[in-house]
């Protein structure tokens, strides 16, 4: 954890005199930072100023006496979930009525008989918890205590889609209780006896879960994506389905999390509830422009009734940034915005190359310094204009782009010339790459050094000591730098290659593309000596798989890259049926993986292993052989040791995250 701390601010609620509210279900901030609270017994919508003085208060008319979930959404009006009534209602900016989705009064069917474990699932709703609105403008209500789903509605109140089912699995629900969208298109739900929180895709697809959590109950954003999550008491004896019955006192408390995930702060889980500063039941979260938190509790609900405390315990509370705290929070910033990657990207650009091109240029984390092109998917010319197109349209003309090999370096052409090849499609066009990308043609151009020379004078440089070399075309350019100087391999302090395959050719039956492409450069550089080598083969791409729902959320954000990147990897997708069919809603983006590699290495698992490219065979020319039992030693003590780390596996999830959180800001 930083140094992120928050104190309370004594006495903000300014309530006139006779006002009750024994629990507060939700709480949320509007543009010009009014807090408006969702109160139960006395209930309705309580409108505060910043500094805690009370404006108006509406909807008491129309709300039950357990109102359970609020959202404002960007036009400032207001949804409104109604527990004890089974609606959903929508509200103008000012408290009129507008809307009511669902049949007041009646559940529906779900097989609910009063526990988590009845529950069957079924239509919207059944004891609804919360709201909120999409990036795309529609409305997800997370349903609920009765029911086990997400339902997704148009701004209309039209039905688009539910998903989820009781359980613990991925995109399975215990209490789905609360609900947050993101501005880069994902929607976090809080699975509140799961311990946990799911993030989906606005579609509906299953991304990714954090477990750093303890009962969930709703989650907010901050202006920097910081996720704050607001979690319930759990009392000793009581059961978490993921983690098992509690044998302690877990308070409840607020814990805010850095956007992948890491823990900034956290504050509560104090059994002295009652006290200032600490809580009796988190049940919702809210933070205003100036990073103040406010904090709405069921005290009632929870404890009250119980005679666990008083019945004038705390129900609203307001937390500001210890001013050391501003300087931790401004430092956190910086660190998440830190560059820490400098690369060289080389590529022989097609559609994959496209898109690790994009997320090499437009992470935060990373800093590519230079383009080079070499014929492989599509020939040289195509490859550089290409390149060019894609750094263009991103907004990074900036970053020099090398025209590089246009041939093999020991070949006159590929093993199987390319015309042949492009003989087999349909106009000779490959249904994956196509020739042209379909961006604006280039306003950039080349530079005028070829790309092996480029390569020699980048890593000739101290100052590049610690830049990586990634290669995700044929290995013509690296190799030819190493025939240029055979100190190219000292220089390199690593390499990441997109090439090979042990149990998942495409080429041939044996062997993979890149490396089949140019058997002689890829033999060449693997036994270099090159101090690190990091291979990702089909064997990786493969496991992570992109999906058309990452695809739509890429397109629904609306940025150059995030568009772009959309189209091309549905090209994939549909060219992929053709030639290669492995899944009709995704498709590998082989190059891409390296580049998350360098944001993230557990995005990709394997070892360290010998590996050498076949440059003979008749039937296995380009295959990449990988001594994984260490046979070349038997009978060879002084044999080949392991030269580089070889990628078997993959994690769909955090390669998804990556890609679409980058391209979708950008």
Request: aromatic share 8%.
């Amino acid at each position: 954890m930083t140094d992120l701390e928050y104190e309370l601010v004594e006495g903000w609620e300014k309530a006139p005199a006779g006002m009750r509210h024994a629990d507060v279900s939700g709480v949320v901030v509007g543009a010009d930072d009014r807090v408006y609270l969702l109160a139960r017994r006395d209930p309705g919508v309580l409108v505060y100023e910043r500094d805690g003085t009370f404006v108006t208060s509406w909807g008491g008319d129309v709300l039950s006496d357990k109102p359970h979930g609020l959202t404002i959404a960007p036009d400032g009006t207001f949804w409104i979930v109604d527990v004890a009534t089974h609606v959903v209602h929508h509200f103008s900016a000012d408290g009129e009525l507008l809307l009511t989705i669902g049949s007041k009064g009646v559940p529906s069917e779900t097989g609910y008989d009063g526990t988590l474990d009845s529950i069957a699932g079924g239509g919207p709703f059944h004891l609804p918890t919360n709201i909120a609105v999409g990036s795309n403008g529609d409305l997800y209500v997370s349903d609920g205590y009765g029911n086990s789903r997400v339902h997704r509605f148009s701004p209309a109140g039209e039905l688009i889609q539910s998903w989820g089912e009781s359980g613990s699995g991925p995109g399975q629900f215990r209490l789905v209780h609360g609900v947050c969208a993101t501005p880069d298109g994902r929607i976090i739900v809080a699975d509140e006896e799961n311990d946990r929180l799911q993030f989906f895709t606005l579609d509906g697809e299953y991304l990714t879960e954090w477990h750093d959590v303890q009962r969930p109950t709703n989650i907010a954003l901050d202006s920097s994506g910081r996720v704050f999550v607001s979690e319930l008491w759990r009392r000793p004896g009581e059961r978490s389905w993921r983690l098992g019955t509690s044998d302690a006192d877990f308070p409840g408390r607020v814990s805010v999390f850095a956007p992948d995930g890491t823990l900034l702060a956290r504050w509560g889980g104090n059994p002295d509830r009652t006290a200032p500063g600490n809580f009796i039941a988190p049940h919702d979260i809210a933070i205003d422009s100036h990073g103040d938190v406010y904090v709405a509790e069921v005290t009632w609900t929870t404890a009250g009734a119980r005679g666990d405390v008083p019945e004038d315990a705390h129900t609203i509370q307001k937390f500001t940034p210890r001013a050391s705290s501003i300087e931790a929070l401004t430092a956190s910033n910086k660190k998440e915005k830190q560059v820490t990657t400098r690369l060289v990207l080389d590529v022989d650009t097609g559609t994959d190359d496209a898109v690790a091109i994009m997320l090499a240029a437009l992470h935060p984390e990373l800093d590519l310094i230079a383009v080079t092109s070499v014929s492989g998917n599509v020939d040289i010319d195509h490859t550089t204009e290409n390149s060019l197109r894609v750094l263009d349209h991103v907004g990074r003309s900036d970053v020099p782009v090398y025209r590089g090999a246009e041939r093999p370096i020991a070949r006159p052409d590929q093993p199987v010339a390319r015309d042949i090849r492009k003989a087999r499609f349909e106009g000779g066009i490959s249904p994956v790459h196509g020739e042209y990308l379909p961006l604006p043609e280039a306003t950039s151009k080349a530079q005028s050094k070829r790309a092996p020379e480029a390569l020699l004078d980048i890593f000739s440089d101290p100052a590049n000591e610690d830049v990586v070399l990634v290669a995700v075309g044929p290995l013509t350019n690296v190799a030819m730098a190493l025939q240029l100087d055979a100190s190219f391999a000292q220089k390199v302090k690593k390499l990441v290659i997109m090439g090979g395959a042990h149990d998942w050719p495409n080429v041939t039956p044996s062997a993979e593309y890149n490396f089949w492409a140019d058997p002689e450069a890829a033999q060449l550089v693997l036994a270099s000596g090159i101090e690190e080598i990091v291979v990702v083969p089909l064997d990786a791409t493969h496991r992570a798989l992109v999906t058309l729902g990452s695809c739509a959320t890429m397109r629904a954000s609306g940025t150059p890259a995030g568009v772009a990147a959309a189209e091309i990897i549905e090209k994939r997708i549909v060219g992929y049926r053709t030639a290669q069919p492995i899944d009709d809603d995704a498709a590998p983006v082989h190059d891409a993986l390296c580049i998350a590699y360098l944001v993230d290495p557990s995005v990709i698992s394997g070892g360290e292993y010998y590996v050498d490219v076949e440059t003979v065979g008749t039937l296995t020319v380009g295959r990449s052989v990988v001594d994984i039992h260490n046979r070349i030693h038997e009978g060879r003590p002084t044999g080949p040791k392991p030269n580089a780390f070889f990628a078997f596996g993959a994690d769909a999830v955090k390669f998804s995250e990556i890609l679409v959180s980058t391209l979708s800001k950008s």
